[in-house]
Nanobody
Framework: QVHLVESGGGLVQAGDSLTLSCAAS????????IGWFRQAPAKEREFVAA????????YYALSVKGRFTISRDNAKNMVYLEMNSLKPEDTAVYYC??????????????????WGQGTQVTVSS
């Protein structure tokens, strides 16, 4: 089992940077692929980025590729999402999720076994 807690959200201006953290507990964290998703009001939860168990592989949504970077530190049980050049359309609640496999299933929120409570990111224009 994996327990996840996101932090680092806030109110920033367009063009600013922000780094989100996902703190994990549980014996299976280092064997879990981690994904970041976001959900804006009245919209479905959408995939942002995913990282493999070792951190050697990652994948990004086209809307954030080149601006966001996902990373993890298994020694600290942490996953990060560095967000640069933020845009108003990045405004959403951001969630991290954990699943056993790093495969195309990481694109689908329904394929995740564990979720954090989310952290709000608001980007003003």
């Amino acid at each position: 089992q994996v327990h996840l807690v996101e932090s680092g959200g806030g109110l920033v201006q367009a063009g600013d940077s922000l780094t989100l953290s996902c703190a994990a507990s549980g014996r299976t964290f280092s064997s879990s692929a981690i994904g970041w998703f976001r959900q804006a009001p009245a919209k479905e939860r959408e995939f942002v980025a995913a990282i493999s168990q070792s951190g050697g592989n990652s994948y990004y949504a086209l809307s954030v590729k080149g601006r966001f970077t996902i990373s993890r530190d298994n020694a600290k049980n942490m996953v990060y999402l560095e967000m640069n050049s933020l845009k108003p359309e990045d405004t959403a609640v951001y969630y991290c999720g954990a699943r056993a496999e790093y495969d195309p299933g990481f694109l689908q929120s329904k394929e995740y076994d564990y979720w954090g409570q989310g952290t709000q990111v608001t980007v003003s224009s």
